[in-house]
């Protein structure tokens, strides 16, 4: 099993940057697939960006693709999403989320981090 801790949230200004962590601790992180996602209140959960697990394959979401970049460090057991030109729509509590398959659903969920763009 991995257990999964997200930081890095806050409240910021539209336009502004905001880099997000995920600290893994128990299997070694480089035997997992990494996900971030985010869930707005009263909306459903949705798909922000993925890696692969040797950090070769990224994918974003249309809504944050230029904007945002997912990166890992397997050495660190670190996962983090860099995250620029904010707006108020990107509001949410952000996870992160491991997978031992390259596809499929997500086994392990981090608790979020809350990030506030107001304009």
């Known amino acids: 099993q991995v257990q999964l801790v997200e930081s890095g949230g806050g409240s910021v200004q539209a336009g502004d940057s905001l880099r997000l962590s995920c600290a893994a601790s128990?299997?070694?992180?480089?035997?997992?697939?990494l996900g971030w996602y985010r869930q707005a209140p009263g909306k459903e959960r949705e798909f922000v960006a993925r890696?692969?697990?040797?950090?070769?394959?990224?994918s974003y979401a249309d809504s944050v693709k230029g904007r945002f970049t997912i990166s890992r460090d397997n050495a660190k057991n670190m996962l983090f999403l860099q995250m620029n030109d904010l707006k108020p729509e990107d509001t949410a509590v952000y996870l992160c989320?491991?997978?031992?398959?390259?596809?499929?659903?997500?086994?392990?969920w981090g608790q979020g981090t809350q990030v506030t763009v107001s304009s």
């Open positions: 890696i692969n697990n040797v950090g070769s394959s990224t």
């Open positions: 989320a491991a997978r031992i398959l390259e596809m499929g659903g997500y086994n392990y």
């Open positions: 128990g299997r070694p992180l480089s035997i997992y697939h």
